[in-house]
């Protein structure tokens, strides 16, 4: 795994992205990974290691996460500079056709992207991610960052938190917790425990909570490639009502669900690789 990074203008001003990259040079495909709200490309790092037998597999950091936590305002917290910075990656290789997995937000830059006319994306996979997005979750994701420490004095009061407040990624073990929390957070020079991405992050999610439903519908209907949706059994996110109609309004759908799991699955452990990997292979349609 490399870490590299890529320079990019919006809205008329120079960026730089940051990615996690796995090169398979035996391989013409890529996959690209889509970190959800306050996550970043390091939850992709256990599915990244097992997907790079078949595929290049580039995880970017979004805009103000992990390495591209440098931004200006909360303007560049934007669905669509999320998307123009995906696209500068592909543009710098020159990426033909792509495969994309999406989580949560990651899911939504990842259906836009599949909408356009004449879209890269060859095979698309929404982790709890559909076509219609209650405002219940947005309320959520707000008070849950309302109510959660920003600073933890030592790693295992992180641990403790998240044990505790996250169980809507599904069923983990000791070691997938940790890795999960350390996945998520960075240690400041006092050696406390801190969420990283920029504080701008938190500030936003705060203030601009939707005031409505989103409906991607007409986003939907316009994508061609074939999709493979995942679904917690236990997600409001994504009810299985919406995946259903998913299903009858899109071309070649697949849903596949985790039990004991809500928003959104954590895809940490082999079932979850292996069913990623087959279905990308055509294996499983």
Same mark, same amino acid.
């Given at each position: 795994m490399?870490?590299k990074?890529?320079?990019?203008?919006?809205?008329g001003v120079e960026?730089?992205?940051?990615?996690?990259?796995?090169e398979n040079?035996?391989?013409?495909?890529?996959?690209?990974?889509?970190?959800?709200v306050?996550r970043?490309?390091r939850d992709?790092?256990?599915?990244a290691?097992?997907?790079s037998?078949?595929h290049t597999?580039? +995880? =970017?950091?979004?805009p103000? !996460? $992990?390495l591209?936590?440098?931004v200006k305002?909360l303007d560049?917290?934007?669905?669509?500079?999320?998307?123009a910075s995906?696209?500068?990656?592909? *543009?710098?290789?020159g990426? !033909?056709?792509?495969?994309?997995l999406?989580?949560?937000?990651?899911g939504?830059?990842?259906?836009?992207?599949?909408?356009k *006319?004449n879209? =890269?994306?060859?095979?698309?996979i &929404?982790n709890?991610?559909g076509a219609?997005v209650?405002?219940?979750?947005?309320q959520?994701?707000?008070?849950?960052?309302?109510?959660k420490p920003?600073?933890?004095p030592d790693f295992?009061?992180? &641990?403790?938190?998240?044990?505790?407040n +996250?169980?809507?990624?599904?069923?983990?073990n000791e070691?997938?917790? !940790?890795?999960?929390?350390?996945?998520?957070?960075?240690?400041?020079d *006092?050696g406390?425990?801190?969420? #990283?991405?920029?504080?701008?992050?938190?500030?936003?999610i &705060?203030?601009?909570t =939707?005031?409505?439903d989103?409906?991607?519908?007409h986003l939907w209907?316009q994508i061609?490639?074939?999709?493979?949706?995942l679904r917690?059994?236990?997600?409001?996110a994504?009810?299985r009502?919406?995946?259903?109609e998913?299903?009858e !309004?899109g $071309?070649?759908?697949? &849903?596949?669900?985790?039990e004991?799991?809500?928003?959104a =699955?954590?895809?940490? *452990?082999?079932?979850h690789?292996d069913?990623v990997? #087959?279905?990308l292979?055509?294996?499983?349609?």
């Open positions: 490399k870490i990074s890529v320079d990019y203008s919006y809205a960026r730089k992205i940051y990615y996690r990259f796995w040079r035996n391989s013409k495909r890529a996959l690209f990974c889509l970190h959800g306050t970043n490309s992709f790092i256990f599915l290691e097992r997907l037998e078949t597999v580039i +995880c =970017p950091d979004f103000g !996460r $992990g591209s936590r440098d305002s560049d917290l934007a669905l669509d500079h999320y998307e995906v696209v500068a990656i592909i *543009n710098e290789y990426f !033909r056709s792509i495969d994309v999406g989580t949560s937000m990651g939504m830059v990842s259906i836009n992207l599949a909408s *006319n879209s =890269p994306i060859r095979r698309l &929404l709890d991610l219609f209650p405002l219940k979750i947005f959520a994701i707000a008070v849950h960052e309302h109510d920003q600073l933890y295992d009061t992180a &641990l403790d938190f998240h044990k505790q +996250c169980a809507g990624f599904g069923p983990m070691e997938q917790w !940790r890795e999960f929390t350390l996945a998520g957070m960075k240690q400041n *006092n406390e425990y801190e969420y #990283d991405y920029n504080p701008m992050v938190h500030e936003k &705060l203030s601009h =939707p005031k409505s989103l409906d991607l519908w209907e061609e490639s074939p999709v493979m949706i917690g059994s236990e997600s409001y994504l009810t009502e919406v995946a259903e998913m299903q !309004r $071309g070649q759908v697949k &849903l596949v669900e985790f004991g799991t809500g928003h =699955p954590n895809l940490m *452990n082999q079932g690789a069913i990997r #087959d279905w292979s055509g294996n499983s349609d």
